[in-house]
C-alpha cells in the first residue's frame, strides 16, 4: 500500500534521475493557480530510450509497480508508488511542441518542472470533456493573453492536441520488460541463485 500521497516525492524522484518530461494534468492546473484537488501526477515523457531508463531507474527507487490498463488507451501507462499514483504519457512527436510552450516553474520544496502551458492545459480538459476545467484555465490564460495583445502582435500559433499522434505502447513495454529483468535480477541476487547458476 501507498504511504499518504506526497507528489513533491515523486517529483523529486524523476528530477533526481533527470526524467525529460512535462507536467500536466491536475497538479499543472494547480501550480499554474487553478484551485483543484488532486490524487495523482500526470506527466508527459520525451519520448526515447535514454529518457525510458531514466524513469525506470526513478520508477525503482520509488517502489513502483504499473497498474492494470483498464480503459485500452495505449498512449500512457500508469505506476502506483510508494507515495502515489504517476500517470505517464507519451505524445510522440507532439511532445517537442508541448515541451516548448511549458514554463519552468518552482513548485515550492526546492523542486522545479516543466510545467504545461495554461493553453495546452485548457486544450486538454476540452478533449477530456471537461469543459468546466478547461473554461477555468482559459479564464485564468485571458490576462496573459491581454497582456500580448497590447503589447507585439500576439502569436497566432493554434495549439492542436487532437493533431498529436500517441506513440506507440512499444516504448513503455520495452521499459516494463527493463524493470523485470531488474527485479528477476535482484531475486536472484537476494535468493543466492545467481552464484549457482553461474557455476552450472
Do not use: W
Not at 512527436?93 to 516548448?100: I, P, V
Not at 516553474?105 to 510545467?115: E, T
Not at 524493470?179 to 528477476?184: G, N, S
Request: charge should be negative; aromatic fraction near 4%.
Amino acid at each position: 500500500m501507498p504511504e499518504a500521497f506526497d507528489p513533491m516525492r515523486i517529483l523529486a524522484g524523476l528530477r533526481a534521475h533527470g526524467v525529460d518530461y512535462v507536467l500536466i494534468g491536475g497538479l499543472a492546473a494547480a501550480a499554474r493557480g487553478s484551485p483543484v484537488d488532486t490524487d495523482d501526477v500526470d506527466i508527459c515523457l520525451a519520448p526515447d530510450e535514454q529518457n525510458l531508463d531514466r524513469l525506470g531507474l526513478a520508477l525503482m527507487d520509488l517502489g513502483a509497480s504499473p497498474t492494470p490498463d483498464d480503459d485500452g488507451e495505449a498512449d500512457h501507462v500508469t505506476f502506483m508508488t510508494i507515495a502515489g499514483r504517476l500517470d505517464c504519457l507519451e505524445f510522440g512527436d507532439g511532445y517537442a511542441g508541448l515541451s516548448a510552450r511549458a514554463e519552468q516553474l518552482d513548485l515550492g520544496l526546492g523542486i522545479v518542472a516543466r510545467v504545461a502551458s495554461l493553453e495546452d492545459l485548457g486544450e486538454m480538459k476540452r478533449t477530456s470533456g471537461d469543459l468546466s476545467g478547461a473554461a477555468h484555465l482559459a479564464a485564468l490564460a485571458a490576462p496573459a493573453l491581454v497582456k500580448v495583445e497590447q503589447g507585439e502582435a500576439q502569436d497566432e500559433r493554434e495549439i492542436t492536441i487532437e493533431s498529436q499522434q500517441p506513440a506507440k505502447r512499444g516504448a513503455f513495454s520495452r521499459m516494463l520488460d527493463k524493470l523485470e529483468r531488474v527485479d528477476t535480477f535482484l531475486t536472484d541476487l537476494n535468493n543466492g541463485e545467481l552464484g549457482r547458476r553461474k557455476a552450472s
